[in-house]
């Protein structure tokens, strides 16, 4: 779809609805000239160019592209209103289009139809509510995550004063389930924080092993899906009758979302949302009551929930709601939909990691769960310490090349290494390795020429 147009079209459909009331002359004290707001547009654009090409496959480095040219006019369209999604006064246009939005995503994930939950700015912003709920439920409890869990689970639990527990990975980057049960029979943790897709290497938790140990020991469960909730179509497809895609993902962890207390998903990750585009959903709408407030000045129009009743945040976009609901009308959550585009991107990565698991100067580091592909460059004989310059260069050198490349650069343990390369000794320091989120369904007609120039590089 062409983006040109649909700007056009979003802002008339605004002036024609503003046109609807009395004409309103502009103050003269927000008045700026042509000349002067082009200019400093031509000033914006230069500024802006400075960006690496986040919209092009050859960047291939971390979780960022821009948003579907759908979601843009959308929010654009809605942002000209700019309703608040706070309260039903704010917006009640965005926030129904939110409902709508949302109840899309739990059914995606295969929550109860009486789920609770809402967009957020963020998908920290949407894990720290699954916290503060989880510490409201359990206030004495310790909360668990994985070594591998985005790192933010730790400083929200030192925000909201409980005690952050992490428990060892696997050597897949999972979160180690017979270490989860050795610490749950210590009885101090209330929560388990589990991850669908490590923002590191896309490593998917054995949440369906997971369930068992809740059933156990009582705890709640939590599903950090911020990076890779949406491959939850996947993990249904095959399932529900539709063909599963042609590279498998962790289909059963996925399933078993569904039974988990409460999961987030970031549609400004693999949503094709722009930033600002987090969301948070409870199984129990009782936790509801947690966030209970008496406001003075918001909710007037209607006794209806507002959302803002249920939310940390106060301000949220409306824009953000349009642009979801509209981009869901065009990708359905379904493996057809929103789905083929997350195939496309999971084929990528297969296809990046058979290649260089064929190459003699690369060694992927393990094998990809879902579109994250993480590797090194291979000379024989090489230390972590080798490893860890050979990647920084690489990642340089890709970077400045006539042809670039961009990547990105984890940082993980020489143990770590060692655990998936035994060839290379141990240790506790850090080792830099090269790592490709390959987000963008245009990667999978582009990983030939990817692989091509990283064997150059490293050669
Ligand atoms: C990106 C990410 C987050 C943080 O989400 P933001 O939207 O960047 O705040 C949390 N957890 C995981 C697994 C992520 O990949």
Known sequence: MDLDAASLQAVATVRRWEAGWPAVTPHSSVAVTPERAQQVLEELGRRLGDNYPFFHPSYAGQMLKPPHPAAAAAYLMAMLINPNNHAL?????????????????????????????????????????????????????????????????????????????????????????????????????????????????????????????????????????????????????????????????????????????SVVVDPHKHGLQPYGCGCVLFRDPSVGHFYVHDSPYTYFTSSELHLGEISLECSRAGAAAAALWTTLQLFPLTPDGLGAILGACRRAAVSLARLIGGSEHLRLYQEPELDIVAYFPWEGGMTAADVDAASQSLFERAMAAEDPVYLSVARVTAGSLHRRHSNIEAGSETVRILRSVLMKPEHEGFVEVLHERLVRLAG
Do not use: K
């Not at 963020?122 to 709920?133: D, M, P, Q």
């Not at 206030?139 to 992490?166: K, N, Q």
């Not at 709640?220 to 890779?228: E, K, Q, S």
């Open 89 to 261: 006064d704010g917006g009640p246009a965005t926030a129904a289009l939110e409902r709508e939005a949302l109840a899309a995503i739990a059914a995606m994930f295969h929550y109860p139809a009486d789920f609770l939950g809402h967009l957020t700015s963020s998908g920290t912003i949407a894990n720290l509510e699954a916290l503060f709920v989880a510490r409201e439920l359990r206030p004495d409890a310790a909360i668990a995550f994985s070594e591998e869990a985005h790192y933010t689970h730790e400083r929200m639990c030192r925000l909201l004063g409980v005690r952050g527990v992490r428990v060892p990975a696997d050597a897949r980057g999972r979160m180690d389930l017979a270490a989860l049960e050795h610490l749950l029979q210590t009885d101090t943790i209330g929560t388990v924080v589990l991850t669908a897709g490590t923002t590191a290497l896309g490593a998917v938790d054995p949440i369906d092993q997971a369930l068992g140990l809740r059933d156990r020991y009582g705890v709640r469960l939590h599903v950090d899906a911020a990076y890779g909730g949406f491959y939850t179509i996947q993990g249904w497809a095959g399932f529900e009758g539709a063909p599963a895609g042609p590279e498998g993902i962790p289909a059963a962890a996925y399933r078993a979302i569904a039974e988990c207390d």
